[in-house]
């Protein structure tokens, strides 16, 4: 158990439809990160969020939105949602350290499948 | 731009010394880590280098050699249980100090 809790784990909507995955970090990480990860394929960057403020953004699709909420958890927002969007989204935590080191912190991930 | 080259599928025996490498291409290099993936799974991190040289965590190992761009994870005395995908992940100026990950390596492990 890394300590970072998504919700749902379990997904399935209708293209055009609009989400919201929710990710809870390790206690006393501040940073909060957004990954995607399509079938058989590594990890793709969406966002970073450090203490409530937008750190980094890769790429992500401006149907996609994020934001760190003062409590430090995170909700990533899917909307207009294609068949392409179909996938695993992750979030990870970190120290500042471990931001550092590339250690991330991951959690099981809310499989997304859009009919 | 970035990129990393990893093979997709390695296969082992039980018992046996496993590598997989990684090679890759960034600007302002931070440093390569390594992750384990198992099926359904969420990536754990198992290992990072920012210099040359190897680093060793019990069974596993990983080297880096930042002249030649390339790193690579030894496995030893493998089991079942480590039957996995394996990503490496640079961080660099490029990706703004964002990991940057692999395609990953499936290792398949036969009895």
């Known amino acids: 158990d890394s300590g970072v809790t998504q919700t749902p784990k379990h997904l399935i909507t209708a293209t055009g439809q609009r989400v919201t995955l929710r990710c809870s970090p390790r206690s006393g990480d501040l940073s909060v990160y957004w990954y995607q990860q399509s079938l058989d394929q590594g990890l793709q960057f969406l966002i970073q969020?450090?203490?409530?403020?937008?750190?980094a953004k890769g790429n992500i699709l401006e149907r996609f939105s994020a934001q760190q909420f003062p409590d430090l958890h995170s909700e990533l927002n899917l909307s207009s949602l294609e068949l392409g969007d179909s996938a695993l989204y992750f979030c990870?935590?970190?120290?500042?350290?471990?931001?550092?080191?590339?250690?991330?912190?991951f959690g099981e991930g809310s499989r997304l499948t859009v009919l | 731009g970035q990129s990393l080259e990893q093979p997709s599928e390695v296969t082992a025996v039980e018992g046996a010394i496993v590598q997989i490498n990684c090679t890759y291409q960034t600007s302002g290099f931070y440093g390569l880590s390594w992750y384990q993936q198992h099926d359904g799974g969420a990536p754990t991190f198992l290992s990072y280098n920012a210099l040359d040289g190897l680093e060793e965590t019990g069974r596993f190992s990983s080297f880096l050699s930042r002249s030649d761009s390339y790193g690579y994870l030894l496995l030893q005395e493998l089991q079942m249980k480590d039957s996995a995908s394996y990503f490496c992940?640079?961080?660099?100026?490029?990706?703004?100090?964002?990991?940057?990950w692999g395609a990953g390596t499936k290792l398949i492990i036969k009895p």
């Open positions: 969020y450090y203490n409530g403020e937008e750190r």
């Open positions: 992940a640079v961080r660099g100026v490029d990706s703004n100090y964002q990991l940057i």
């Open positions: 990870a935590s970190s120290t500042r350290t471990g931001r550092d080191t590339g250690e991330l912190f």
